[in-house]
């Protein structure tokens, strides 16, 4: 049980060095935009500071600005000579924020949005640099009487493109599928047949296409990609699962399932998961003899929500990590530095069109609000991103901080896109809106935030148990 612990807490440990490590210099890189922008507008700057509460870190420069890191890392400010906030020395009002003409103050506020989209760019680029190791969109198996099956797809169809756009990677595919959340109608999918010299479309027909968090957008429309077969040999038995109860054993080797000869892992999965509380006959192979059991699987729920057929057995890892793509499924694409940048834009500007779209499409109801994700959800794709490398790393710390320049441009009170609402009616009618109006605008905005922290947070607890 100790053991057990001590790994728990290493776990957790792990996971905020992984937070820390990722959204920490996206909250500096912010709060820096802000500091930049304001010294260079003539704004004295009292305090920057990286995270909440007491400062363990401190030190100041030859112009009274104090720095810090601070206890608490989930976020930063940056604080200036500001009227609003308590009297101000003569000798410092003419440096103050409030004494700065309205574009100034834009200029000021809406520079760490900026910089943070800024900043995706270049973390793209870095990446583009690398070249890219991409797989082929090859269809693996299209499910019997699913929409893509009644659209014509079929097994061996390499994916193109979508929706009239070139896309044959993971990425791109991934992205472009997961545009259309929410949406219904047709998905144009080009695709090309082994041996063909030409594409042809396939429309496939949405419906509120994945609506709910967790979907797998293949599967949604029908079909599998292609993954190279793994043995259906038992690795791992999760005692007092059904597996375990109903005999089986880790070495075990499936033969026969439901009256089907079974010659991969994933045949095996989609025989098991439909059978929930179900009872099917199946024989394994075990130190040369053929075991015939009985096996009835207890139902549990997937990624999706959707209740499925579970028996608690898996493959051995070291299995699956052996199991490679043959080299005529992988493609490799290089970049020289311009077209490394290109690509980082065309990416960067891809985010933004789609955290954009999500936004609206909540408002809409045309997707689920459960697919709003808080820090933890946050910070365990951040330690799973450590865990793959650096360039996965780099790709999450970019998505993050086009997240986070988008969310800060929202015209929401107590964000920066709502001062700059406020500086832009200024603007306009030539005076600063009301104190009275500001206070009921930020009282309305903190509700807001508010409550969209509490229900992100609400949807990581509801993932974790």
């Known amino acids: 049980m100790a053991g057990f612990a001590h790994r728990c807490d290493m776990q957790v440990l792990h996971i905020i060095f992984a937070a820390v490590l990722v959204l920490g210099p996206l909250i500096a890189i912010h709060e820096f935009g802000h500091f930049w922008v304001a010294r260079r507008l003539g704004v004295k700057v009292l305090t920057y500071s990286i995270g909440f509460g007491p400062g363990f870190i401190k030190w100041k420069d030859k112009l009274g600005t104090s720095y810090q890191i601070a206890a608490i890392p989930l976020g930063g400010f940056v604080r200036m000579v500001d009227e609003r906030e308590g009297e101000v020395a003569a000798a410092d009002l003419p440096y103050a924020f409030t004494r700065k003409p309205f574009w100034a103050r834009m200029l000021i506020v809406a520079a760490g949005p900026a910089i943070n989209l800024l900043f995706a760019v270049l973390l793209y680029w870095v990446v583009f640099l690398q070249g890219v190791d991409t797989v082929k969109m090859v269809v693996g198996k299209v499910i019997p009487d699913s929409p893509a099956a009644m659209a014509g797809l079929v097994a061996g169809d390499e994916i193109h493109g979508v929706d009239q756009k070139q896309a044959a990677d993971w990425d791109s595919v991934n992205y472009a599928l997961i545009g259309r959340m929410g949406d219904s109608g047709a998905l144009a999918l080009s695709v090309r047949a082994p041996g063909a010299t030409a594409d042809r479309e396939v429309d496939i027909k949405l419906d509120h296409f994945l609506r709910e968090p967790g979907a797998d957008p293949f599967r949604t429309l029908g079909f599998d990609l292609y993954r190279p077969p793994i043995d259906p040999i038992i690795g791992q038995v999760l005692p007092g699962q059904a597996g375990d109860k109903q005999g089986l054993k880790v070495g075990d080797r499936f033969v026969m399932a439901d009256g089907q000869k079974i010659t991969s892992w994933q045949q095996l999965v989609d025989i098991i998961q439909p059978h929930v509380g179900t009872p099917f006959s199946a024989q394994v192979l075990r130190g040369g003899q053929v075991v015939t059991l009985t096996l009835t699987p207890h139902a549990e729920k997937d990624d999706a929500g959707h209740t499925v057929g579970k028996l608690g057995v898996g493959i051995d890892p070291a299995q699956a990590q052996a199991v490679t793509l043959p080299p005529s499924m992988m493609r490799h694409i290089s970049y020289g530095p311009v077209a490394a940048l290109g690509a980082a834009m065309d990416t960067t500007g891809h985010m933004i069109s789609f955290t954009l779209d999500s936004f609206g499409k909540m408002l809409r109801g045309l997707i689920s609000v459960s697919n709003l994700s808080g820090p933890i959800t946050i910070a365990k794709v951040a330690n799973e991103s450590v865990e793959m490398g650096w360039v996965s790393v780099l790709k999450f710390m970019a998505l993050l901080s086009v997240s986070l320049g988008v969310l800060n441009l929202l015209p929401i009170p107590v964000l920066d896109g709502g001062h700059l609402v406020y500086y832009g009616v200024e603007g306009l009618i030539g005076r600063p809106l009301s104190e009275r109006v500001q206070m009921f ?24 148990f």
Do not use: E, Q, T
């Open 441 to 464: 605008g930020l009282r309305i905005g903190i509700a807001l935030m508010g409550s969209l922290m509490l229900l992100a947070i609400f949807n990581d607890l509801s993932r974790v």
